[in-house]
């Protein structure tokens, strides 16, 4: 067991498994890990697998630039029926009406493509009038919640299986923004192919740049943890932010980026600075090409420190001033 506070920093790619929710994953990892500083980077159900980012220590900095990232899903939808819940936990009430065929079910995806208003599940963390939505669906009310922009990127069909002719299921490749919900979107299409639909599994195949390749299943962190060894599961803290601009500071600059005093000009990015709106986010990257800080662009093509990372007293230029 690691002592509390023990220095973990960086990104660790969680498998999440089926049954737990995304906070008795961070509250494990917290345990193992030895730290209070940990975040996620979006919400799976308990019903849902797969990959799960948790930012430690010093990555909890660049949480929020994943956060609005890209997601991709594995979705499979159960025709024939639809659910309290829109997925697999809720109450299913039979649709009444003749299921789908595969192909009509292919044409109304190609339907979906795009931006698009999707209402959220009404068993959901979404707020109506100061109160979670799914608090007022337990209650036995209807939550009146307002449609939302989501934009779905990629839906393609992988998978049909018409073994039971009440219920076939189809299995989607689902490409979309952050903020979605699969299974609304199990609710819609079944509605978009005149039948009633529900979500039957889910497991998210990427959220930004991170993807099942780079996920650990939790008794890997845990063997890796009882060894000592889950800092070799860990990405670094600027894992991911590859598409930020970048400039790289000489070695004097660490020590007053790890003081939060330095500031640049937008001319230091080259070509990437031109045009570059007021409070982009720009990198600022250690001789090394590791992540020293995130940078704002301020008014006047200034860059102005905003989060970092360095720690103040292992930089080499404050090394070499205390003379270690």
């Known amino acids: 067991m690691r002592r509390e506070d023990a220095r973990v920093d960086g990104i660790l790619v969680v498998d999440k498994p089926v049954g737990p929710t995304s906070h008795d994953v961070v509250a494990l990892v917290r345990r193992l890990a030895g730290t209070r500083k940990i975040g996620h980077g979006g919400t799976l159900d308990p019903f849902a697998s797969g990959v799960l980012p948790l930012y430690l220590g010093l990555g909890t900095r660049v949480v929020e630039f994943h956060l609005g990232a890209r997601k991709a899903y594995r979705a499979t939808v159960v025709f024939g029926g639809s659910s309290t819940t829109d997925d697999l936990e809720g109450e299913i009430t039979p649709a009444g009406s003749a299921p789908p065929t595969r192909e009509a079910v292919e044409a109304a995806l190609a339907g979906f493509v795009g931006l698009r208003e999707q209402r959220p599940p009404a068993f959901s963390a979404r707020k109506v009038g100061g109160r979670r939505a799914y608090a007022l669906a337990r209650r036995g009310e ?13 839906l393609a069909l992988v998978g049909w299986d018409g073994a039971d002719p009440e219920h076939p299921t189809a299995v989607v490749d689902v490409g979309c923004s952050a903020g979605t919900y699969v299974r609304a979107l199990a609710r ?5 192919v005149g039948s009633a639909a529900y979500l039957g599994a889910l ?16 008794d890997d962190v845990r063997a890796a943890a009882a060894g000592e060894r889950l800092g070799d599961l860990l990405l670094p803290a600027g894992a991911g932010l590859e598409d930020l601009p970048a400039v790289t500071l000489a070695a004097a600059e660490q020590r007053v980026v790890a003081h939060g005093g330095w500031t640049g000009r937008v001319e230091r990015l080259g070509a990437a600075g031109e045009g570059i709106a007021a409070g982009s986010a720009v990198r600022l990257l250690a001789p090394g090409g590791t992540l020293a800080a995130i ?3 301020a008014d006047g093509g ?4 905003d989060k970092v990372l360095l720690d103040r007293e292992a930089t080499p230029y404050e090394r070499e001033v205390r003379g270690a």
């Open 142 to 154: 209807t939550p009146e919640l307002k449609p939302r922009a989501v934009t779905f990127y990629e």
């Open 188 to 192: 819609d299409l079944g509605a978009a």
């Open 203 to 218: 497991r998210r195949t990427a959220s930004g740049p991170f993807t099942l390749a780079d996920a650990h299943p939790l």
């Open 295 to 297: 940078a704002r662009v």
């Open 302 to 305: 200034r860059l102005v420190t």
